[in-house]
């Protein structure tokens, strides 16, 4: 099939209602529905046949139910006014699909448009640098956009070319790990709850070993350096005997919950128990930052460094807030 010759090119601004790094991109479906946005952009130099385009202005408003591909968009033209009739023909022709193959960008989504009401024609002014990541656009009486860079949440600090990436490629990844990894803390407890209003709790130690070991392997490591006449609080995976001894002779008491399968039975108080949900908070806590919880690092010790270091965080918060 003979199509016309034509050819443009423009720059662009356009904003959609996802999360930074649009779906579309990766062919991922969108973050939010219904996927929505605007765009605009300036033919610097084209033509359709005979017909210059060029300095033509041209935005729309989009909207999609669900992905794209599932069409039943909709789409609304905005035409700058000074286009002539031939070039408003020829725009509509290029943006609507026709005049090309159907695997083109244009033909693709138009394929996925349902409802396209009236065009409205009206002054477009557009601001585009693509330099400092700044653009805007505003289509008079109709609506404003303005596109600035993405600013670091923590510092406000706006990114550019000095970010993580320089040159972006796209690809798949599948992660797969051999075990997973548990984590034990011990911390003081005493000044949370056997004295109100006191200094909030401590970390002393955080241990980490492999997942599908025992939680008493660690018992030689962690209760150790307990003060005389304190008490040590566990869930029943501690529940060992030799873990009571080790305890008792430090002179510390152990209040181990006990497991369901013991048969002799332990002094227990599921009273002063209720302390450790100190450290089952402790560790909601840090499970919120996301190399933690995720685990990024290959070696034990730097993920342990990254776990000490959100510990020393939430341990300064509580502090600073302490009356």
Avoid at 129 to 148: I, M, P, Q, T, Y
Wanted: aromatic fraction near 8%.
């Amino acid at each position: 099939m003979t199509y016309v010759d034509w050819m443009i090119r423009t720059k662009q601004v356009a904003t959609c209602s996802c999360d930074y790094g649009c779906p579309c991109e990766f062919n991922a479906p969108p973050t939010r529905l219904p996927c929505e946005g605007v765009m605009a952009m300036e033919i610097t130099e084209g033509y359709f046949g005979n017909v210059r385009l060029d300095g033509l202005r041209v935005a729309g408003v989009y909207r999609w139910p669900g992905p794209v591909h599932q069409g039943n968009g909709t789409w609304l033209s905005v035409i700058e006014k000074k286009a002539t009739p031939d070039q408003v023909d020829a725009l509509f022709k290029i943006m609507g699909g026709k005049e090309q193959e159907p695997t083109t960008g244009f033909a693709i989504y138009a394929s996925t448009i349902a409802n396209e009401p009236e065009p409205i024609f009206a002054d477009i002014e557009l601001e585009f640098d693509l330099k400092g990541r700044k653009g805007r656009f505003v289509v008079s009486n109709v609506l404003e956009a303005n596109v600035e860079p993405i600013r670091n949440p923590v510092t406000g600090v706006s990114r550019s070319r000095d970010g993580e990436f320089h040159i972006l490629e796209q690809g798949r990844a599948r992660t797969e790990t051999q075990q997973t990894v548990r984590l034990h803390h011990l911390c003081q407890l005493w000044a949370s709850w056997h004295h109100p209003g006191g200094e909030p709790s401590q970390a002393k130690r955080i241990k980490s070993r492999p997942g599908e070991a025992h939680d008493n392997r660690l018992c030689p490591e962690l209760p150790t350096g307990l003060q005389p006449q304190s008490m040590l609080l566990a869930d029943r995976g501690y529940d060992a005997d030799r873990i009571g001894a080790l305890v008792n002779q430090q002179g510390a008491w152990a209040n181990i919950s006990p497991k369901r399968n013991r048969k002799e039975p332990i002094c227990f108080s599921h009273y002063l128990h209720r302390g450790r949900n100190l450290v089952e908070r402790f560790f909601n806590k840090i499970k919120q930052c996301r190399r933690i919880a995720t685990r990024y690092d290959k070696l034990a010790a730097n993920y342990l460094a990254f776990i000490k270091l959100a510990a020393i965080r939430i341990w300064l918060r509580a502090y600073e807030s302490a009356p």
